[in-house]
Nanobody
Framework: QVQLVESGGGLVQAGGSLRLSCLAS????????MGWFRQAPGKEREFVAR????????YYADSVKGRFTASRDNAKNTVYLQMNSLKPEDTAVYYC???????????WGQGTQVTVSS
């Protein structure tokens, strides 16, 4: 099992930037895939981005491609989501999640609120 703690959310104006962090602890070696998801009020949770610990390979949802960047610091057991050119529609609770195979995500953080004002 892996414990995940997100931080870095907040209130920002449209066009601004935020960087989310996700600190992982526990059996992180069993979870190569780290995903970022978000859920806006009244909407289903959606995939945002993914990065792997070993290879550093990334994958993004079309809605954030070119604006968001996932990265990781293996020494700190932390993954990041740099969010630039934020839009009001990016407002959501952002979750970090861990997966062993990149399909189902077995471990989830508590989420961090991101609010983008117009």
């Amino acid at each position: 099992q892996v414990q995940l703690v997100e931080s870095g959310g907040g209130l920002v104006q449209a066009g601004g930037s935020l960087r989310l962090s996700c600190l992982a602890s526990g059996r992180t070696i069993s979870r190569n895939f780290m995903g970022w998801f978000r859920q806006a009020p009244g909407k289903e949770r959606e995939f945002v981005a993914r990065i792997t610990w070993r290879e550093g390979s990334t994958y993004y949802a079309d809605s954030v491609k070119g604006r968001f960047t996932a990265s990781r610091d293996n020494a700190k057991n932390t993954v990041y989501l740099q969010m630039n050119s934020l839009k009001p529609e990016d407002t959501a609770v952002y979750y970090c999640a861990a997966s062993s195979r990149g399909r189902e995500y077995e471990d989830w953080g508590q989420g961090t609120q991101v609010t983008v004002s117009s």
